[in-house]
């Protein structure tokens, strides 16, 4: 299934030609659950461009020729998982978020997924509305990611942010990168709070 959504829109940052939509994946292997969340997706206000694969490995195979601003998957597939697909993006495409759905939800799988860099996390049987905002919300911090990539490398080309990288894989520090990256798309002052010693320093040269 290959769709585009409602003509709605906001300009998309960072996609991978100019004036492109951005690229939602859905991988599912149950073809009435695919075509559901597609359904769901496709109402929508952001304009995108829908693709659905019935694998984790067939989107595997996608994101190696696509650039894709959003992966929706089910955890559990045969053969690779979703949180095998989770960490195949993650590997390649760093500003690509992923959003995953099961019906087999547990804290364990919730945090393990969350350590590994998912934007959320949904159970079936999934409210749609839900569905749909997290979707939105994800592709809306997508564009926003983009576009302070591109702000730092126009700023500073040719240097890197090694010596600002918070090196840690919890569930928490994975918030706290992404309020810092998003804080850092816009022009505007930001408070950063905290207890002597918790890196408050780090946390602004990041912004």
Not at 49 to 69: H, T, Y
Not at 174 to 180: L, T, W
């Amino acid at each position: 299934m290959n769709a585009a959504a409602t003509d709605d829109a906001i300009a998309p940052h960072g996609s991978a030609a100019a004036g492109a939509p951005p690229v939602v994946l859905v991988a599912e292997d149950d073809r009435h659950m695919r075509d559901l969340i597609g359904l769901v997706l496709q109402g929508s206000t952001l304009r995108f461009e829908l693709v659905a694969v019935e694998s984790a490995v067939a989107a595997m195979d996608f994101l190696e020729d696509r650039e894709v601003a959003l992966v929706v998957t089910d955890l559990c597939m045969p053969g690779a998982d979703g949180l095998d697909l989770l960490r195949f993006v993650k590997a390649r495409q760093r500003l690509c978020q992923v959003l995953l759905v099961t019906g087999f939800a547990t804290v364990e799988s919730a945090v393990a997924a969350l350590k590994d860099g998912a934007f959320d996390y949904v159970q079936k049987p999934f409210d749609t509305d839900r569905l749909r905002t997290l979707a939105e919300a994800a592709l809306q911090y997508h564009f926003a990611l983009a576009e302070s990539a591109r702000l730092r490398r126009s700023a500073a080309p040719g240097t890197t942010d090694a010596a600002n990288e918070l090196i840690g894989r919890s569930a928490a520090l994975a918030r706290v990168q992404r309020m810092i990256d998003a804080a850092a798309a816009y022009d505007a002052s930001v408070l950063v709070t905290g207890e002597s010693g918790c890196g408050k320093e780090l946390v602004v040269r990041r912004i």
